[in-house]
């Protein structure tokens, strides 16, 4: 056995039914280091950290093949209880806290000092008292650990969302016997100073002999920051480095460099945009969407133009769209045509020609009690007031009408269904996927934004969804964008890409550039690139 690592994790493979996420991946972290674990949204960062930490959806799957290897002896880690007793820790992203409780009981929850009391010896130790001044302590020297002046007692929702972040790292660093922490975007939401102190933390950290994997698409952290490096891509590891012996575009071209699929093919691609008028013009755009924001955003889209929208998760892309639609508060000038759009009123988008496929089909995109039929025509009755007969002094739906477009709709998109009044939420998700594009083609959009159109859905789905899309603006002129985590498909069916990174276009590029401009543009290494 070889204990010159904390952690190996060796050959591991899985699969989600028929889906393969993990082909063969190894990752290795000795006691001390730093190692930066890298790659794109989808490329099984996530899965291979479910794995260590022994969550129950791995599990419940059918488990994993290869081995885990803690100090040198093979583990089976089975559940996160686990994992902490055989000395891992997460700090998370979005933060696993308690707002209404003290910094002291955020760092100490789960694993409280308590005292006997005479109830408790007669009742049992649910009848224990908490020991405050203890837990005090223990929160009070893990904070200094880390080397933050934060008061313990101090109740965490009157703090700045930054020294949350600390917190959290606190409260691994009390747990007994930390041998690794897994640090997962620990800087997506802080403010650049705040980024700088919580990497100066990490290395405090690493200097104690605890192993750190950073989690991170940001290049310059890790330059900066790590000791070496694993970078997957598309389920497998594709490259291990020191940090000493890579550079920003060698990481950027392995995050993103693939071979580009053929997903449409050109001969469909014969849109000439030369002497197109602007469609859609946005000038200083902020939405205030969780997790989304957007931070004065810029640009233009030609009429008829395929316009991609890109970037990695959590970066504002979604943010952009959700924000024209009205569904978070947003500020700037928007026109369409010429047109202003009142950000402020919901549904005014559609009214002014947008439709939209929102990412969460089931969430907002769909009613899955109600038929195919119900969902395709839904906002063109509420909205638009189609599909609507004149009885007397009322209206009336039109089911023949109704019945007729939705036949026409499930044959152009082949819906894989019974027939219009199957329910759908029983459709499996590609064909849930093409109900919501049939619902936003019924309004016969000037402008269709269609956010992360093939999740989820095979191959042959995603080829008929872009090529229809393709002979739509062929056929409709119309304008569409597209919002998506995929790179190689904004890459086979766009005109342009605009790559969103912390809230801002990092920059506009060709879909024939290079793949180390698109992984610089997507790690914020090139921002403020041409916005037209």
Do not use: W
């Amino acid at each position: 056995m070889d204990d010159e690592y904390v952690l190996q994790m060796q050959h591991i493979t899985k699969n989600y039914g028929s889906n393969q996420v993990l082909y063969d991946v190894s990752i290795s972290v000795k006691p001390g280091e730093i190692h930066a674990l890298m790659g794109e949204n989808g490329a099984g960062k996530s899965t291979l950290m479910n794995i260590l930490f022994g969550m129950s959806m791995i599990h419940s799957t059918g488990g994993y093949e290869g081995t885990v290897l803690i100090n040198g002896e093979e583990v089976k880690i089975m559940s996160p209880q686990q994992a902490m007793e055989a000395g891992i820790g997460m700090v998370h992203q979005e933060f696993m806290l308690i707002p209404g409780f003290t910094v002291t009981e955020n760092i100490k929850i789960g694993r409280e000092i308590t005292t006997p009391t005479i109830a408790s010896l007669v009742f049992g130790k649910d009848l224990e008292k908490l020991d405050r001044k203890k837990m005090a302590q223990d929160a009070r020297q893990a904070l200094n650990t880390i080397g933050m002046d934060i008061d313990e007692n101090t109740r965490l929702g009157t703090l700045p969302v930054g020294y949350m972040q600390f917190v959290e790292i606190a409260r691994e660093i009390d747990k007994t016997g930390v041998k690794l922490l897994v640090f997962d975007e620990p800087t997506a939401v802080l403010t650049e100073s705040e980024a700088e102190r919580l990497l100066e933390v990490m290395r405090m950290i690493s200097s104690k002999g605890i192993a750190i994997i950073f989690i991170t698409h940001r290049l310059r952290e890790v330059m900066d920051t790590a000791d070496s490096m694993t970078v997957l891509r598309d389920g497998e590891c594709v490259a291990r480095r020191t940090i000493s012996e890579t550079n920003e575009i060698e990481i950027a071209e392995l995050m993103v460099g693939r071979k580009i699929e053929k997903l449409v093919d050109d001969s469909v691609k014969t849109y000439d945009l030369a002497g197109s008028r602007v469609a859609v013009s946005i000038k200083d755009l902020v939405v205030d969407m969780p997790s989304e924001r957007v931070r004065n955003v810029s640009l233009d889209i030609l009429e008829g133009e395929i316009f991609g929208i890109g970037g990695l998760a959590g970066q504002g892309k979604v943010g952009i769209v959700n924000g024209l639609m009205g569904m978070y508060p947003a500020l700037g000038e928007i026109t369409v045509m010429g047109e202003c759009l009142e950000l402020d009123k919901l549904g005014d988008a559609i009214h002014k020609g947008f439709a939209f496929v929102s990412e969460d089909r089931r969430g907002v995109g769909l009613l899955l009690d109600e038929s195919i039929e119900n969902n395709i025509v839904f906002n063109a009755i509420n909205i638009k007031k189609e599909y609507l007969s004149n009885f007397g002094i009322t209206k009336l739906i039109n089911t023949r009408a109704i019945r007729r477009h939705a036949q026409e709709m499930i044959r152009i998109l082949d819906i894989r269904c019974t027939g219009p009044q199957q329910k759908t939420g029983s459709l499996s998700g590609g064909n849930q996927q093409k109900v919501c594009l049939a619902g936003a083609l019924t309004l016969n959009p000037r402008v269709l934004m269609v956010s992360e159109p093939t999740r989820g859905i095979d191959i042959g789905a995603k080829k008929l969804i872009l090529e229809y899309l393709v002979k739509l603006r062929e056929k409709e002129k119309t304008t569409i964008i597209i919002i998506s985590s995929e790179l190689a498909e904004l890459r086979s069916i766009c005109d342009r890409i605009a790559i969103v990174s912390d809230g801002r276009i990092s920059e506009i590029l060709k879909p024939d550039a290079s793949d180390a401009d698109f992984g610089l543009a997507m790690s914020n290494l090139r921002v403020g690139g041409d916005q037209k």
